[in-house]
């Protein structure tokens, strides 16, 4: 397969879960909107970073449904970030600090010893989906999902696991997804080094090197291993009142209390994935095959929708784009878009050609959504 063509598309069983609306839709600009916000975490020094995902952001979706922003950062925005940003959208915009009671290490952690942890894991350097996510009764939608690096959260399944067993949680069928049957140990080799599925260049790339850890007891989690799947946060779409529930903060508060954030690596990633696994059904997850997302050279891009289902795209001119020849090409590029594929979803998308889509990489964890969803429905 030549690099950056998109792969064979199969058909997801539609048992649990579906695209909302295969190709394009003319945006119901006059429909009710939904109690949402788009939140986006950056700092000073990525500004034009971000200014491109806003414009991107706004031409594909924001400028006819104008979702509010909230910016959030560990500092404070300085005068130049707010500015730039509230050039670049009609929307309203807010910008918070969270602050190092958040942040920060909490009163119960020995910092020193926290640190210590994190020194020792190296430099790891158009249609509206809110309201259809309500419709649908969703509660977490995401893009990608991908394997974790073992060095990441070596401990993260046997607590996860744990607070399941403790509060009696029968899956629902989602957890599966996240976790395999323990094969029975082998014997230590001379190279005892842990070799794992494949995982995606660009994750390998953030791995420290430190392949030492200790295995876990597979009898300490019912017999059962975290195969590193997890929904990849860098796009997400959750119910705010799912995180804010009982049940979640229980969770988060057993896994905040057990040091793996310090002393080990996880991320919010992870942690967002083994509590929907833990709480939550198939049906209750929507895959976004339709939503294209990069990051870095980690891509989902949508093959588009056959049939009659690609409409004429109305233009954008990005108006903080002062050169008039350079607005045009801009708006220009988007004119012509892939061509339609059976079994696409996409509206008018135009995939990087450099890059393989995430969907047809190694250590994708799209066949174990599958499974849990209902299995493929085309060959």
Not at 33 to 53: P, Y
Not at 202 to 231: K, W
Not at 265 to 294: E, M, Q, T, V
Not at 354 to 376: M, R, Y
Request: proline share 8%.
């Amino acid at each position: 397969m030549p690099a950056g063509a998109p792969p064979l598309i199969r058909k997801i069983s539609e048992k649990h879960d579906k695209v909302f609306v295969p190709g394009c839709l003319e945006p119901q600009t006059n429909g009710p909107r939904a109690n949402a916000v788009l939140v986006i975490l950056a700092r000073n020094q990525e500004l034009e970073g971000v200014i491109q995902s806003i414009k991107s952001m706004e031409r594909h979706f924001n400028r006819w449904f104008h979702y509010p922003y909230v910016f959030l950062n560990d500092g404070d925005f300085n005068a130049t970030f707010k500015e730039t940003i509230m050039n670049h959208t009609s929307s309203p915009v807010e910008f918070g600090k969270v602050g190092p009671s958040m942040w920060g290490y909490p009163d119960w952690v020995n910092a020193d010893v926290a640190r210590e942890g994190i020194r020792k894991q190296g430099d790891k350097a158009i249609i509206d989906p809110f309201i259809h996510m309500e419709r649908a009764n969703k509660t977490y939608g995401f893009t990608i999902a991908v394997k974790e690096l073992k060095e990441t959260v070596p401990n993260i399944f046997r607590y996860a696991s744990a607070y399941k067993r403790m509060n009696n949680l029968t899956s629902q069928g989602l957890w599966e997804m996240f976790a395999e049957p323990a094969e029975k140990p082998k014997p230590p080799t001379k190279d005892s080094k842990y070799k794992g599925p494949p995982l995606p260049e660009e994750i390998l790339s953030t791995d420290p090197g430190q392949r030492g850890l200790p295995d876990i007891d597979p009898e300490a989690m019912d017999g059962e291993v975290y195969n590193m799947c997890h929904f990849w946060s860098n796009f997400e779409i959750a119910r705010l009142d799912w995180f804010r529930s009982k049940e979640y903060n229980d969770f988060f508060d057993m896994m905040d209390r057990s040091g793996g954030f310090w002393m080990e690596r996880w991320g919010d990633a992870p942690i967002h994935s083994l509590a929907a696994g833990a709480l939550l059904a198939p049906k209750d997850i929507h895959y976004f095959r339709d939503i294209g997302y990069r990051h870095t050279t980690i891509q989902h891009c949508p093959a588009n929708a056959p049939g009659n289902r690609q409409l004429a795209r109305p233009p954008f001119m990005e108006m903080t784009t002062l050169d008039e020849k350079k607005r045009k090409e801009e708006d220009e590029y988007w004119d012509s878009w892939d061509s339609v594929k059976e079994n696409g979803v996409g509206c008018r998308c135009k995939c990087d050609t450099d890059i393989v889509d995430v969907e047809g990489k190694q250590g994708s964890c799209l066949p174990e959504w599958v499974e849990v969803a209902g299995g493929w429905a085309s060959a």
